[in-house]
T-cell receptor, first 116, second 114 residues
Framework: DAGVIQSPRHEVTEMGQEVTLRCKPISGHDYLFWYRQTMMRGLELLIY????????DSGMPEDRFSAKMPNASFSTLKIQPSEPRDSAVYFC??????????????FGEGSWLTVV | AQSVAQPEDQVNVAEGNPLTVKCTYSVSGNPYLFWYVQYPNRGLQFLLKYITGDNLVKGSYGFEAEFNKSQTSFHLKKPSALVSDSALYFC????????????FGTGTRLTIIP
């Protein structure tokens, strides 16, 4: 399996610009997660989906952040407008309820965002 | 509320010696416990998990972890450390439901000294 695929791997953008991060989960996985990692706050769960439906978005920091999952193989995390404090590594992850790898969350390589 | 604690920010071990990375947890009900490793500029890689059954869990790269319910601990161990084991290690906890809300510890940086 190709694993969780994220794009872009690196993004540098100016404050105020819109940023869109993309994720393709592992085929057959029915859960998708967006995490953010910073030195100060560690790993934070932003939002997660089950069968393309957002289940818990309580970790989304503010209205500038939004996430969508239009189908089982694609999700986006959007920041508009971006601010320097949004600089972080954003991880997408997926898991399956059933099957050989059930219960295990697999992570992508991350999108490294710098807002200047 | 559930929580995970990794009491050591940094652990240094000489190459060839056994290593232990500590993790304790707090949750109501039965926990699902995980260990992940993160190498520089990479994502998190799954090492092993405890769901139920045998308290000693074996995982990737020769790592193992022991679930201790009375001490609410899930320490990661390896009998003989390699320099390539140097990385950031995360313990994580999910409530006794599949695939939901993995809560991570703050991470322990393991350095293996040649």
């Amino acid at each position: 399996d190709a694993g969780v695929i994220q794009s872009p791997r690196h993004e540098v953008t100016e404050m105020g610009q819109e940023v869109t991060l993309r994720c393709k989960p592992i085929s057959g996985h029915d859960y998708l997660f967006w995490y953010r990692q910073t030195m100060m706050r560690g790993l934070e769960l932003l939002i997660y989906f089950n069968n393309n439906v957002p289940i818990d978005d309580s970790g989304m920091p503010e209205d500038r952040f939004s996430a969508k999952m239009p189908n089982a193989s694609f999700s986006t995390l959007k920041i508009q407008p971006s601010e320097p404090r949004d600089s972080a590594v954003y991880f997408c992850a997926s898991s399956a309820r059933q099957g050989r790898t059930g219960n295990t969350i697999y992570f992508g390589e991350g999108s490294w965002l710098t807002v200047v | 509320a559930q929580s995970v604690a990794q009491p050591e920010d940094q652990v240094n071990v000489a190459e060839g010696n056994p290593l232990t990375v500590k993790c304790t947890y707090s949750v109501s009900g039965n926990p699902y416990l995980f260990w992940y490793v993160q190498y520089p500029n990479r994502g998190l890689q799954f090492l092993l998990k405890y769901i139920t059954g045998d308290n000693l869990v074996k995982g990737s790269y020769g790592f193992e972890a022991e679930f201790n319910k009375s001490q609410t601990s899930f320490h990661l161990k390896k009998p003989s450390a390699l320099v390539s084991d140097s990385a950031l290690y995360f313990c994580a906890l999910a409530p006794g439901r599949v695939g939901e809300k993995l809560t991570f510890g703050t991470g322990t940086r393991l350095t293996i000294i040649p």
